[in-house]
């Protein structure tokens, strides 16, 4: 699954694992977990992204991969061994917390969510960052009517153009994007031109 053997980033990953389970009766819906799959065949390929969501209300895991399906045997038992991985760590660190409500997972089900598709082979990163920003525990916009380069541009300019970015080279970036064409400038709202 690509869990990286350093002990460094492992305590560094636990350290931040923990941090993310360190809740008090949570009123929380959904946690996604956005998953690297390294690339087994080719130790220098860039592997695959795809989410394995908690859904906490609809009491399941829920497996969004943008270019496998169901019946894909790798992905069943890679999803399976997150869950397995997500269970234990839940288990982990929500048991410091004596006397406060939090769910009980263990019997929470893989659903694998079906219709969400990818443009080419190289779009999962796209793709997942997409499923996270609109996954509402049900329903994924189809992205249909854009072109893979004019979503790539969107989500560019997004990350750009927020708030939270606080890279000095920033307007930088932006000078001059106005005349180099459709798209190409950093003024947004929502990923939209304004």
Not at 55 to 80: C, P, Y
Not at 103 to 114: D, K, V
């Amino acid at each position: 699954m690509g869990w990286v053997e350093d002990d460094d980033v492992n305590k560094a990953y636990c350290r931040m694992v923990e941090k993310a389970f360190d809740f008090l009766n949570t009123e929380y819906e959904l946690i996604l977990f956005p998953i690297h799959e390294a690339n087994e065949n080719e130790l220098d390929a860039a592997g695959h992204w795809f989410i394995v969501v908690l859904n906490l209300a609809d009491k399941e895991f829920q497996v969004i991969d943008s270019l496998r399906t169901s019946g894909t045997q790798s992905l069943v038992l890679k999803a399976h061994m997150v869950r397995v991985k997500i269970i234990t760590l839940w288990k982990k660190y929500t048991a410091k917390h004596n006397g406060c409500t939090v769910p009980n997972i263990f019997s929470y089900e893989l659903r694998f969510i079906s219709g969400y598709r990818q443009f080419g082979i190289h779009d999962c990163g796209l793709f997942t960052l997409k499923a996270i920003e609109f996954w509402d525990g049900s329903r994924l916009p189809k992205i249909i009517g854009s072109s893979e380069v004019n979503l790539r541009k969107q989500v560019l300019r997004q990350w750009i153009t927020s708030p939270a970015n606080q890279a000095e080279l920033k307007s930088t970036l932006c000078q001059g994007s106005e005349t180099k064409g459709e798209g190409a400038g950093c003024s947004t709202s929502m990923g939209k031109r304004t």
